[in-house]
C-alpha cells in the first residue's frame, strides 16, 4: 500500500508542477530526505526555467523543514540564479523576483552562523534591492 501511495505521488510530480507538501510530508513519514531526492529528480528533468524554478524552491523548502539550513540556502540561491539567468524578462523586474529566493537564503544562513555567507548573500540582497528600484 505505501508502494502504491509513493508511486503515485511520484505521477502527479511528474504530470503536474505546483505545491509539493503533500510529497514530502507523505515522504518525511518514510525518510527524512525522501521528498528532497524525488524532487531533484525532477529538478535534473526539466530544462524550461518556470518548472525548474518550482522544484527548485520545493527542494529548498523541504530542506528547511528538515532544518538543514545550509541546504537549503544553496537551493534559495539555486532559484535566485534561476530568475536572473531567464533572457526575456527586463534586469530591474529580475531583481524583484529574485530578491525573495536571496531573502529566504540570508534567512537560512543566519540559522548557520555562516558569517561568510551571511555577508555575501547580504551584499547581494543590497545590489538586487538597488536594481530593482529602478523598476
Not at 11 to 36: C, H, K, L, P, Q
Not at 41 to 51: L, M, Y
Not at 79 to 90: M, V
Given at each position: 500500500m505505501l508502494?502504491?501511495?509513493?508511486?503515485?505521488?511520484?505521477e502527479?510530480?511528474?504530470?503536474?508542477?505546483?505545491?509539493?507538501?503533500?510529497?514530502?510530508?507523505?515522504?518525511?513519514?518514510?525518510?527524512?530526505?525522501a521528498?528532497?531526492?524525488?524532487?531533484r529528480e525532477?529538478?535534473?528533468k526539466?530544462?524550461?526555467?518556470?518548472?525548474?524554478?518550482?522544484?527548485?524552491?520545493?527542494?529548498?523548502?523541504?530542506?528547511?523543514?528538515?532544518?538543514q539550513?545550509?541546504?537549503?540556502?544553496?537551493?534559495?540561491e539555486?532559484?535566485g540564479?534561476?530568475?536572473l539567468?531567464?533572457?526575456?524578462?527586463?534586469?530591474?523586474?529580475?531583481?524583484?523576483?529574485?530578491?525573495?529566493?536571496?531573502?529566504?537564503?540570508?534567512?537560512?544562513?543566519?540559522h548557520?552562523?555562516?558569517?561568510?555567507?551571511?555577508?555575501?548573500?547580504?551584499?547581494?540582497?543590497?545590489e538586487l534591492?538597488?536594481?530593482?528600484a529602478?523598476?
Amino acid at each position: 500500500m505505501l508502494e502504491q501511495v509513493a508511486l503515485t505521488l511520484r505521477e502527479r510530480i511528474s504530470t503536474r508542477m505546483g505545491d509539493f507538501s503533500e510529497v514530502f510530508r507523505f515522504e518525511r513519514m518514510r525518510s527524512g530526505n525522501a521528498a528532497v531526492y524525488l524532487l531533484r529528480e525532477q529538478f535534473e528533468k526539466f530544462a524550461g526555467s518556470p518548472q525548474k524554478l518550482d522544484v527548485c524552491e520545493s527542494i529548498a523548502h523541504c530542506f528547511y523543514q528538515l532544518e538543514q539550513y545550509e541546504d537549503a540556502a544553496n537551493w534559495y540561491e539555486t532559484a535566485g540564479r534561476l530568475i536572473l539567468s531567464e533572457p526575456n524578462t527586463p534586469p530591474a523586474l529580475k531583481a524583484i523576483a529574485a530578491l525573495g529566493e536571496y531573502e529566504r537564503a540570508l534567512e537560512c544562513y543566519r540559522h548557520e552562523d555562516d558569517d561568510g555567507k551571511f555577508t555575501e548573500c547580504s551584499t547581494l540582497i543590497g545590489e538586487l534591492r538597488r536594481a530593482s528600484a529602478s523598476a
